[in-house]
């Protein structure tokens, strides 16, 4: 079968090369692994072809980022409007020039601004499309029952609201715990097209041995360090700069704590800035990006694990960490619940802010016991709840495959 891809990003990897979460290079890569030629059409600093990963990448150049959602307001809107104007113009004529030298049997959309170039595209070719989505962020702009609570912000984001309405044969979206399958009811998504799945999440031997303390020690901790871990990609959405807030006045309780960023992006220097307002420079660690065959060594060195985004804490780092037998402070957003359970996996906070975000860090980094027990017990719901990677995968591939099969392609 030939696949063809068209990918909004210009790297399948968030923090750099095999940093970041694994699932866009998966979606991708993954018909690969099982026999199909796979061609990719993303953005790129040079028009070239290239071979990766046993894939073949041809990228289209754009002046700007074509994903940059501008300084905001009316002017930001009409800038944005031109730049994704401008990105289904360029790609659609790029993934037709590769679907007529490839012949594909289904055209994959991966990520919202690709969503309409693929059906363009397929449709021309008389192929079926796929939509693949990695979560959403409408439901910022919505009310639990699924009334939008914001119209103006909820129709500004265009590209995920038309991305949504995209006709296709199945619309796969990454359920991260933000509910998306709330906003794809609400945007009118068919329901026997919507397939709504988790990650995929292996469960690692746990090793809080050698690994763990080697890398304690590279960042300076004495054996008696308490060290709450944030694996999570350097940006707004993330809510660091509150997280930074509450450790600081957690760290003044307890002494032993310290507080760890594990990832890179770019509200780097905003957060570093935070750090030093808050006057815990001596006692916040910036590990930077780290690749995925290396996170084994970093959960190894948590003691636990905190997330305060407050669209979701759902989060593969979430989930790996309690996979790995770390307990998490997350705080309750989205479908959070569902993993960090209070008390049982982890302690989840109610009502964010500095002050309840620091009383649930302090009360795991004073109690090992807790942190034990909530540990074992994160990793057997992981271990129960979700299915492992390759299995994973594998539905993803083997649904993508029956649908180009069966519509005749």
Request: hydrophobic share 45%; aromatic share 6%.
């Amino acid at each position: 079968m030939n696949v063809l891809v068209v990918y909004a990003f210009d790297s399948f990897w968030s923090m750099g090369e095999l940093s970041g979460v694994a699932s866009f290079f998966h979606a991708a890569h993954a018909y690969v692994d099982h026999g199909h030629n796979v061609d990719v059409v993303m953005p790129g600093r040079d028009a070239k072809e290239e071979r990766y990963h046993d894939m073949t990448l041809t990228r289209v150049p754009f002046d700007v980022d074509p994903l940059d959602v501008g300084p905001g307001g009316p002017v930001g809107l009409v800038l944005q409007l031109r730049r994704y104007a401008s990105f289904r113009r360029k790609m659609a004529a790029a993934a037709g020039s590769v679907s007529q030298r490839r012949h594909p049997n289904v055209v994959i959309g991966l990520g919202a601004h690709a969503t309409p170039v693929a059906h363009t595209v397929a449709r021309s070719c008389g192929v079926p499309n796929v939509t693949r989505l990695f979560g959403q962020s409408l439901i910022l702009h919505m009310h639990d029952d699924g009334r939008i609570r914001n119209p103006l912000r909820f129709y500004a984001n265009f590209p995920e609201v038309l991305a949504l309405r995209t006709p296709c044969a199945a619309l796969i979206m990454h359920d991260d715990g933000s509910r998306g399958d709330l906003v794809a009811r609400r945007l009118g998504v068919p329901p026997d097209r919507l397939h709504f799945w988790r990650d995929g999440f292996d469960i690692p031997a746990v090793d809080h041995g050698k690994a763990g303390w080697e890398f304690r020690r590279q960042l300076g901790f004495s054996p008696d360090a308490v060290v709450a871990m944030s694996v999570a990609r350097l940006s707004p959405e993330k809510n660091l700069e509150q997280l930074v807030d509450a450790f600081a006045h957690a760290a003044a309780r307890v002494p032993a704590l310290y507080l760890v960023f594990v990832g890179d992006g770019p509200s780097r220097s905003t957060v570093e800035e935070r750090v030093r307002l808050a006057g815990v420079p001596d006692r916040v660690r910036f590990a930077g990006h780290v690749t995925r065959d290396a996170l084994g060594p970093v959960f190894a060195a948590a003691d636990f694990a905190v997330s305060v985004s407050r669209r979701t804490n759902m989060t593969n780092a979430t989930i790996e960490a309690m996979a790995s037998g770390v307990p998490c402070v997350a705080v309750d957003s989205g479908d959070t619940v569902t993993v960090v359970q209070h008390e049982r996996t982890g302690l989840l906070v109610g009502q964010p802010s500095a002050d309840s975000i620091s009383e649930a860090m302090c009360r795991l980094a004073t109690d090992e016991s807790l942190r034990k027990s909530l540990g074992q017990k994160a990793r057997a719901l992981v271990a129960d709840k979700f299915q492992r990677v390759e299995e994973r995968i594998a539905r993803e591939v083997e649904l993508v495959t029956s649908i180009a099969r069966n519509t005749g392609a």
